[in-house]
């Protein structure tokens, strides 16, 4: 299938190598065969807003991965690098274990609303005063818009459904900044001396990661652990290119890539 050597992995975070404070089956090991292919890069890249940087960093050391810093790019950088630009003033809707890597950033007469996964910040207020804002004129930044997305007690609501019911009461469009934006993907490789059809992307969102990195030419390994729902390798077209039962049958696959 891939025409070029394979140079980078994208692997998703949560709902592909762990939920919350518990790896999926065999990922530590998985990602240990990985990395002992020195001529691979490898890149965590996750729409997860609920942790800043290094609390991710952090956890994920815990249970049991060798992750460094520079290793990591997330969704939450992408929004930083976003409100810089346009010298943004956000009225922040996101988790507190989040502001960290915000810090130094202007919050005076908000002239945009930044929305992440912030369960504690959805209330009717927040919602009101968002939607007011964006009535004013503010701009919308949603750091991403998943539906939904896997803790240890079940599927849980996204920050999606709460970007587009603020969508629906003003007439506002959100600038989405992390996955599936085509934009995403490619920064995340930018730095690093491979085209997008020499990486593999294995997640378990069959739009956000999977379809996401496929539209930009990438090799797509969806994982049916996380979020994934029976079926979902069949709502996008192209298909995956493999289905993965979890990470550990997704790295099988890509050291079949390797040697093919």
């Known amino acids: 299938m891939a025409s070029q050597k394979i140079k980078t992995i994208l692997i998703d975070l949560s709902g592909t190598l762990h939920i919350d404070d518990d790896q999926t089956p065999g990922a530590v090991d998985a990602l240990k065969r990985l990395q002992a292919n020195k001529n691979l890069h490898i890149k965590f890249v996750t729409n997860t807003t609920k942790e800043s940087k290094n609390f991710l960093l952090n956890r994920l050391n815990k ?4 992750v460094t810093g520079d290793q990591v790019y997330t969704s939450l950088s992408a929004a930083r690098k976003l409100i810089d630009d346009k010298k943004l003033r956000p009225f922040f809707m996101i988790d507190k274990n989040a502001l960290e890597d915000f810090e130094g950033v202007p919050t005076h007469d908000p002239n945009a609303v930044l929305i992440g996964l912030a369960p504690e910040e959805f209330n009717y207020e927040n919602m009101n005063k ?18 939904y997305y896997k803790r240890n007690d079940g599927l849980a609501l996204g920050p999606g459904p709460f970007v587009a019911a603020l969508e629906y009461a003003t007439d506002v469009t959100a600038e989405v900044v ?5 934009n ?13 059809a020499q990486c593999v992307m294995v997640g378990d969102d069959v739009r956000d990661d999977i379809q996401g990195a496929q539209t930009v030419g ?16 069949s709502k996008i077209n192209p298909a995956p290119y493999r289905v993965a039962d979890n990470f550990s049958q997704a790295v099988d696959y890509i050291e079949e890539l390797l040697q093919s």
Not at 178 to 182: F, I
Not at 184 to 196: G, Q, V
Not at 219 to 233: H, M, N, P, Q, S
């Open 130 to 147: 968002a939607m007011r804002l964006l009535q004013n004129g503010a701009s919308l930044i949603a750091i991403h818009k998943a539906r």
């Open 184 to 196: 995403f993907f490619l920064s995340s490789i930018a730095e690093l001396d491979c085209e997008p």
């Open 63 to 66: 249970i049991g991965f060798s």
């Open 218 to 233: 990438m090799v797509g390994i969806l994982v049916k652990t996380g979020k994934y729902r029976a079926g979902d390798e």
């Open 178 to 182: 992390g996955k599936p934006e085509a």
